[in-house]
């Protein structure tokens, strides 16, 4: 169904989702393929190894690179699909987290091929998979995941403590350094990515947009306009709106941190739980939330839900009808999101609503099943007031 949409054998309505594809990533493939980044580019914000993704078409030179990326991103769905019925394979063929895949990317669309974060959520669901069997090899994925997007090193929060913690940790480090060096040594521009993603502004599909938006039907004067390769709010408060959320955003890298620290019970699925929970965080938090934000969201979330032990169930369901609204509002109904009116401003509220709950039950669910209950004073420590059993005679 996604391959007919984005090779519009089915049309499906809205704003056109293949522009980054035939447009955007087919004009940097072959500043890449020579060797260099396109650092005086301000759409090019994605770590360097964004680059080996993008010129990966090229591997099929009997087709031209867009229908060759849309091939990919299939392949890419399928491996992710394969993973997660290999592992309840291993497990009584506990299916939740296979169907939760294939209801995410059906609901988001056409928008799952027609970006490169399909590829980039393969990789993190592998890393999760991994860490249970070879720390080391899940540390890896996750780095290699990282050279991507940035996002799947925070996969790694919930390892086991001790050697497993220790050796996912430093293969991810690794990986990440490697990588880092090789690119900085061989491809110019490696790290122009950080300049363009500071300076970008508020997405009108964010939590800090949704609030401007309201803010338009209250007397604000801003407006919106294409800035730094997406739709942004342009105005008086909008830089002091985006700082909030890059507080937000820190917030909530600090409680993720305190959890690690007061964490004492791991389970099988805590790994998973947590990765979910720190990816969800910074996505509610982030000054963009863009639709293909929810791909990763739905791979990790998958993930979860392959385990019995996870405690992320209704925060994960809750990403299915976040998923749906989220193609309303890119690419069904996008021209009523960048006008603010009632529908738009009532597509994005639900779904940052969605988001933003199944955030606070994620953060509320891994803090209470992992981290211990303090005691109060009028209960006594466990196993105090137990008889003794006296030895006989």
């Not at 004009?27 to 080996?52: E, K, R």
């Amino acid at each position: 169904m996604l391959l007919l949409l984005v090779f519009g054998l089915v049309p499906f309505p809205g704003q056109a989702v293949v522009y980054d594809v035939s447009a955007v990533y087919r004009h940097w493939y072959p500043t890449l393929l020579h060797g260099a980044f396109p650092a005086h580019d301000v759409t090019w914000q994605y770590p360097p190894g964004a680059a080996a993704v993008l010129v990966a078409p090229g591997a099929l030179p009997f087709l031209d690179y867009t229908a060759a990326f849309f091939w990919l991103a299939f392949l890419a769905d399928a491996a992710v699909f394969a993973a997660l019925l290999h592992d309840a394979a291993r497990r009584s063929w506990r299916l939740d987290g296979a169907w939760v895949w294939v209801a995410g990317t059906a609901l988001l669309g056409p928008i799952v091929y027609a970006r490169y974060d399909i590829m980039a959520t393969a990789v993190g669901v592998a890393a999760l998979l991994l860490l249970r069997r070879s720390p080391t090899a899940g540390g890896i994925a996750a780095g290699a995941g990282a050279l991507v997007k940035l996002w799947p090193l925070l996969l790694l929060i919930g390892t086991r403590p001790g050697r497993a913690t220790r050796r996912a940790w430093t293969a991810a480090g690794a990986a990440v350094a490697g990588g880092a060096l090789l690119f900085l040594a061989a491809m110019p521009g490696a790290f122009s990515f950080l300049t363009f993603q500071r300076d970008r502004g508020t997405e009108i599909e964010s939590l800090g947009g949704l609030a401007l938006h309201l803010a338009r039907h209250t007397g604000w004067h801003g407006v919106t306009a294409l800035h730094y390769g997406s739709i942004e709010f342009l105005g008086p408060g909008v830089e002091a709106v985006s700082d909030t959320a890059l507080a937000l955003s820190l917030l909530a890298f600090g409680w993720l941190l305190l959890w690690r620290v007061r964490a004492r019970v791991f389970t099988a699925a805590t790994p998973y739980d947590a990765g979910f929970a720190g990816v969800l965080l910074f996505t509610t938090t982030s000054r963009v939330i863009s639709p293909q934000y929810l791909v990763w969201l739905v791979g990790v979330g998958a993930v979860c839900l392959s385990r019995r032990e996870s405690v992320m169930r209704l925060p994960v369901l809750l990403l299915l009808p976040a998923a749906l609204l989220t193609t309303l509002e890119f690419p069904v109904y996008f021209a009523h999101v960048v006008s603010s009116d009632l529908l738009g401003v009532a597509l994005i509220l639900t779904r940052n609503a969605l988001l933003l709950t199944s955030a606070i039950l994620a953060s509320h669910r891994l803090w209470t099943a992992s981290a211990p209950v303090p005691l109060t004073p009028t209960s006594p420590p466990v196993g105090a007031g137990r008889a003794v059993p006296r030895a006989p005679g």
